[in-house]
C-alpha cells in the first residue's frame, strides 16, 4: 500500500450495476484490485463469530421476460404458460424442502428477475404462500419487481392483498428517446400510469430504477428523470451506471456505441448523487437512495453480509458460511440438478468489502458485533490517507466512502484493506 492518493480514474470500474446476490468470488459486487487476495497474510483479520443464524432471507429468481434488453447480462428467457406452471411447482417444493431442511425463518422475500410480474399474480402469490409456509415471513418486507405495462391495477391489487408491500419497477429513464435507445418496451407515459396504479392498489413503498450514463443522456436530461422520480412519490431509487457486460448485444456493438466516456460516467453518476440527495433521497449504497426508513431491507442483508437462501436458476444463496450458486438454465432448474457450492463467506475481508459499499460504511459498531473486536487500526489509518482527497470519510467510529470514492471502490477498497 502506498501513501498517495490514486487518481480518479475509471467510473464504470467503480460503481457498478445492480447487485441480484454477493458471490464469493466477487463479494463486494465490485471486482477487488487483480491478486488484492493473494497479500493477505494468515492472522491479519479478526475471526468469524457465528452469525445470527435463525433469520435469514429469500430471493426468488423469474427467469422470464418478454424480450431481450440489449445491455442485459441477466439470466432471463422467453416465458410460456407451460413454463411458468413448472417454474412455480417446482419453486414451491424446492421452498418447502428448503424451509424443512434449514429450519430458519425469513423477514425479506425478494422476487428479481427477469420480469417477476410476467409470471402473473395467481403464481406469485401461490410462492408467496409457500414461503409464509415454510418460512414464516413474519413482519417481513415482500418486494416483487416489475416492469411498467398496459394494464397492472388487478396485478397490484391482487398480490398487495396477499401481503406484497414493496414493488421495484424498471423506470430506467424518464426521457422517451434514451428508453427506445435501451431497448426497452414502455414509454415514459405508461411508467407514470403503472406507478398511479400501484398507488391506487396502496403500494406505498415504491421504488423505481434508474441507468445512468446511457445514449444520449446529459446532465438535463438526468436530472428531469429525477425529477420524475419524486414527483411521482418513489420512496427509493437504484440508480446503476450501464455497464457494457460481455454476451449483451451492446457487447456485440461496443466499438460503435456512443455512450458516454468514463469522465462523462463519472461526472453523471455525482450529478445523480447530488441531484437524489436533494429531492429526498438520501444515499445509503453506492446505487441506491431512499427516504428515510424505506431503504431496501433485503438487499441490506447482503451488504450486511447476512444470510440468505436463493431459489430459482441462477440465484445465489448464501447460508451456514458457505456460499452457492444455481446453473443459469431453466431446464437444469427443472430437473432438479444441485446447486454449485462457491466456497466459504462471510469472513472479516468479505465483510468489509461489502461494508464499504455503504454510506454507513466500516464501523467499530458493527465489527464488534460481529466479530468481537474494532476495526483494525491499521485500516482505519489506510482509510484517513484518502480524507484529504475527498474519497474517505473518517469518524471516531470508523470511515466510509464519499460518492468520488465510490467511483473509484475497487482500487480504494483494495488499497485500504489490502
Ligand atoms: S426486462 Fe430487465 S431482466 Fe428482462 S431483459 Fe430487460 S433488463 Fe433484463
Redesign the pocket.
Known amino acids: 500500500m502506498n501513501s498517495s492518493v490514486p487518481p480518479l480514474p475509471t467510473a464504470r470500474g467503480g460503481v457498478r450495476r445492480k447487485t441480484r446476490h454477493v458471490s464469493a468470488r466477487d463479494s463486494s459486487g465490485n471486482a477487488p484490485a487483480a491478486g488484492a487476495k493473494d497479500v493477505i497474510r494468515p492472522g491479519a483479520f479478526p475471526q468469524t463469530l457465528p452469525q445470527n443464524d435463525a433469520v435469514c432471507g429469500i430471493y426468488v429468481h423469474v427467469p422470464f421476460?418478454?424480450?431481450?434488453?440489449p445491455?442485459?447480462d441477466?439470466y432471463?428467457i422467453r416465458g410460456s404458460e407451460e413454463r411458468m406452471e413448472q417454474y412455480t411447482e417446482r419453486i414451491v417444493k424446492e421452498i418447502k424442502y428448503e424451509a424443512e431442511q434449514s429450519g430458519r425463518t425469513a423477514d425479506t422475500l425478494y422476487f428479481g428477475?427477469?420480469?417477476p410480474s410476467l409470471l402473473g399474480a395467481g403464481r406469485l402469490i401461490r410462492i408467496v404462500e409457500a414461503a409464509r409456509r415454510g418460512f414464516g415471513l413474519e413482519h417481513a418486507e415482500i418486494t416483487v419487481e416489475a416492469?411498467p405495462a398496459e394494464d397492472l391495477s388487478d396485478f397490484f391489487r391482487e398480490i398487495r392483498a396477499a401481503g406484497v408491500n414493496r414493488l421495484s419497477l424498471?423506470l430506467q429513464s424518464a426521457n422517451e428517446k434514451e428508453l427506445r435507445l435501451l431497448?426497452?418496451?414502455h414509454t415514459a407515459q405508461q411508467a407514470a400510469r403503472c406507478i398511479g396504479q400501484a398507488q391506487n392498489a396502496g403500494f406505498d413503498n415504491l421504488s423505481l430504477d434508474l441507468m445512468l450514463a446511457v445514449q444520449g443522456q446529459t446532465e438535463e436530461s438526468l436530472r428531469r428523470s429525477i425529477a420524475f422520480c419524486a414527483r411521482a412519490g418513489a420512496r427509493h431509487v437504484s440508480a446503476y451506471l450501464l455497464q457494457v457486460e460481455p454476451g449483451t448485444a451492446y457487447f456485440k456493438q461496443k466499438e460503435t456505441l456512443d455512450i458516454p466516456d468514463e469522465d462523462e460516467a463519472a461526472a453523471l453518476y455525482l450529478l445523480a448523487c447530488g441531484e437524489l440527495e436533494r429531492n429526498g433521497f438520501h444515499q445509503y449504497e453506492i446505487s441506491n437512495f431512499a427516504q428515510g426508513g424505506y431503504e431496501g431491507r433485503h438487499n441490506l442483508k447482503y451488504w450486511h453480509d447476512e444470510e440468505y437462501l436463493g431459489f430459482g436458476p441462477a440465484a445465489h444463496s448464501f447460508l451456514n458460511g458457505r456460499r452457492f450458486s444455481k446453473k443459469r438454465s431453466l431446464k437444469a432448474f427443472l430437473q432438479g440438478e444441485m446447486p454449485q457450492e462457491q466456497g466459504k463467506g462471510g469472513d472479516f475481508e468479505e465483510f468489509a468489502m461489502l461494508a464499504l459499499r455503504l454510506t454507513e460504511g466500516l464501523t467499530d459498531a458493527r465489527c464488534r458485533e460481529r466479530f468481537g473486536c474494532p476495526v483494525p487500526q491499521k485500516i482505519k489509518a489506510a482509510a484517513k490517507r484518502y480524507e484529504s482527497a475527498g474519497l474517505t470519510v473518517c469518524t471516531q467510529d470508523g470511515f466510509h466512502f464519499t460518492p468520488r470514492g465510490f467511483l473509484v471502490s475497487n482500487q480504494l477498497t483494495a488499497e485500504v484493506l489490502f
Not at 421476460?65 to 434488453?69: E, H, M, N, Q
Open positions: 421476460c418478454d424480450g431481450k434488453c445491455y442485459c441477466f432471463s428477475g427477469g420480469t416492469n424498471g431497448g426497452r418496451r
